[in-house]
């Protein structure tokens, strides 16, 4: 179980949000943690934009990872890959009221310099993103 102490000493060695989730729930699902990082890699801080959570993309990629479809006509994996991503989406609005990146951050995008200067200023990261990281673990192990 990842703790938010080994969380916020992953983001200052580098790992972003998405990293964090994808590279704890790999244990899960067959996948070794180095792999997942490098997928996740791209999708931390909003994807880039402050849009959706990394923490949610992180745990859709595992979910993705178990449920998906890998080729052509395979309709029931791609249909349950789906209804896993809706249900996991459902309950974690209801937990944490949405899913965008930029709202857990008071509204402030962290690609954008003088927002993140205030980011950081206020300790936004620090504050909220290790627990939101390791409630996300929790979640979306209910799913796998």
Known sequence: ??????VL???EDGI????AVFGE?????????????????GFGSGIGYGSTCGCVTGALMALGYKYGNYGSGQFDQKEA???????FQKEFKKQFGHIECIEF????NPTDSEE?????????????CPTLVCATCELA????
Do not use: P
């Not at 729930?25 to 997942?36: S, T």
């Not at 951050?105 to 402030?108: A, D, F, P």
């Not at 192990?141 to 796998?144: E, G, I, Q, S, V």
């Open 1 to 6: 179980m990842l703790s938010e102490k080994e």
């Open 9 to 11: 000493q992953s983001f």
């Open 16 to 19: 972003c949000c998405a990293m």
């Open 25 to 41: 729930l790999a244990q899960d699902i067959g996948l070794e943690r180095e792999v997942a990082y490098k997928i996740a890699s």
């Open 81 to 87: 890959v789906k209804k896993q991503r809706e249900a």
């Open 105 to 108: 951050l008071e509204n402030l």
């Open 116 to 128: 993140r200067k205030m980011i950081d200023e206020r300790e936004l990261i620090k504050k909220k």
């Open 141 to 144: 192990r209910k799913f796998l």
